[in-house]
């Protein structure tokens, strides 16, 4: 027994070290790999955040299989097939499923006083131990294809996995509990439209200059917004942000999601673009998330090669709900990465977008937990609406999120392109499940806990909607998010004034709050364009103070005029300067955001979790584009 337990001490000692080089070796001396191949992927080992073994199979030198054969010979154990030998389901209980995929080990068998692992990754071996009960005190291990670890951890803890993914955001910070309050917002919708109505009726004209006044003030401050984003993005670009062109450190390996539901028109493109990356495959994890009931999508990518650096995760049905953050809670799990990712399924990122995010979370501050990419779009020149579309969304990459971020304020992240440290996004519990803008929402979050988002220069492309009704949907959702991340967050102000500041709490209600009423109460805003063509309106403005009247059509013109020149200034370097004469359809363009808004208001009270999803592909551009370079 003495002798055994030795035994068992050097292999833990030996799995401690670097068992992939002794593997190596003797691959090596076994023919599998030549030497020129042996001394490369050593040579990576000093840059790169892996193991010797993953560069070999990444550059296809060897298979997965003979990297364990070679593992198993060195630590002295044995390589088995968890599928003609699955492991123990009585065992389950002595590690928790977040465990074992994290370290990519499993409970196999017990043996009188000892339990056996199977593992992929002997190096994490050691780091189990604190996990698994006391009376547990020498494991041993077996090896195992990782794959086949997560397929099996998937299926012994499904249930465990599921009711996780939806639950894992404390309910204080999350949107969840809304199910069981419909009549309380019917009543609050109510009491609201009671109230207004009586006012209009006993003081008309008084009700119409509080409302003229309410439009005009938040009209004011979102002007505001936008001029002191113009004047901090306008600075000197940050040394951080140079650096940030510049590689620091061993580059860590990076997991990204692409949330997939229904997309058989872009798998094909999406892979073909993903192939592009520049980034060293050894430390390339591509997650491809689909959700169970999805069948036209399975069935699309199983007659699809995936390459090694790619991989399906499927979400298993749970209570019925089905939403992106969701899915990405389930497949957190089961990614590798130190830092995560995401892109959507109509993506073009720049090839070299990940060199430039690692570099970035190199040379940034511990607080940084977040880096946000600048969204940009392959089609705009598709209608009118398209170009609309781009050149709002260059006034919020390039302009107006990266100047609030400068300056401190919480932002709303994008939906995608967006890099986090899994180690905070664990810790602030990851994604709110029933939130439709689930990115919005963690963006507030992160600040509640103290960490900063910064913009990055990289860029990704993708399909700008361009029919009316999928643009007010998608819209819609957003908007509806918009308020739901407001209303969660808000729901303790003083909690919130504590957490973030004076400051950042005022910059909060300025980019959610002042966003929304200004489309809220656009109709107003109409009512004095109909005034100043000297047409009918139905609001009776015409019988407000004359003052207050010309106050009103100088802030609108004024506004007018500021979208006009940030959509203008941010196109500078993009040569897309045919785009510019576009700003004037702003006038027709921003009334559907108001149609998406009360679409939004609807849906709030009586559907507040429904995900208006936006179908992709639906372009020559969206099924066939690859990346093309555009500045920031």
Known sequence: ??????????????????????????LLEAGHISSLQFIYAKQRLKVWDTSLTDVLISNRWITETQALEALAAELQTQVIDLGQAPPDPRLKQFLRPEMCLKHAAVP??????????????PEEFERLRPHLPANIRLPKMVLAKERDIQHVVAQMHGTSLTRACETRLAIELSCRGWAQTLWLRLACVATLCLAMTALFYIAPEFSISLLVLLTMGFLLIGVAMKCVALAASRQATPALEKKAQKRSGRLPRISVLVPLFKETEIAGALIHRLRALTYPRALLDVVLVLEEKDLLTQDTLARTTLPQWMRVVTVPQGSGLTTK?????????????????????????????????????ANAAPDVACVQGVLDYYNPDTNWISRCFTLEYSMWFRIILRGMARIGVPIP????????????????????????TEDADLGIRLARFGYRTELSLTVTQEEATYRFRSWVRQRSRWLKGYMITYLVHMKRPGLLLQSLGPGRFIGLNVILLAALMQFLLA?????????????????????????????SMVTLGAATLIDFTIAGLSMRGQNRRG???????????????????????????????????????????????????VST
């Open 1 to 26: 027994m003495g002798y055994q337990n030795a035994a068992l001490s050097d292999l833990t000692q030996r799995a401690q070290d670097d068992p992939h080089l002794g593997a190596g070796r003797r």
């Open 108 to 121: 196999w068998i017990e043996t009188p006083g000892q339990l056996i692992l199977a593992t992929s990754r």
């Open 579 to 629: 785009l510019i004469p576009w700003v004037t359809c702003f006038v027709i363009y921003f009334p559907m955001a108001t149609i998406a808004a009360y679409k939004a208001l609807f849906e709030l009270i009586f559907l507040p979790f429904f995900w208006d999803k936006t179908t992709h592909g639906q372009t020559a551009e969206g099924q066939t584009a690859g990346y093309s370079a």
């Open 413 to 436: 992240l994008g939906g995608t392109t967006l890099f986090m440290r899994r180690d905070v996004l664990e810790r602030i519990g990851r994604w709110d499940a029933h939130n439709v």
């Open 523 to 551: 109709p107003v805003l109409w009512c004095f364009w109909l005034l100043a063509f000297g047409l009918s309106e139905p609001l009776g403005l015409a019988d407000l103070s004359p003052h207050l009247i010309g106050a």
């Open 325 to 361: 953050p969701r899915a990405m809670n389930y497949a957190l799990d089961f990614c590798r990465g130190d830092i995560i990712g995401i892109w959507d399924a109509e993506d073009a990122p720049d090839p070299r977008q990940l060199e430039t995010i690692a570099a970035h979370f």
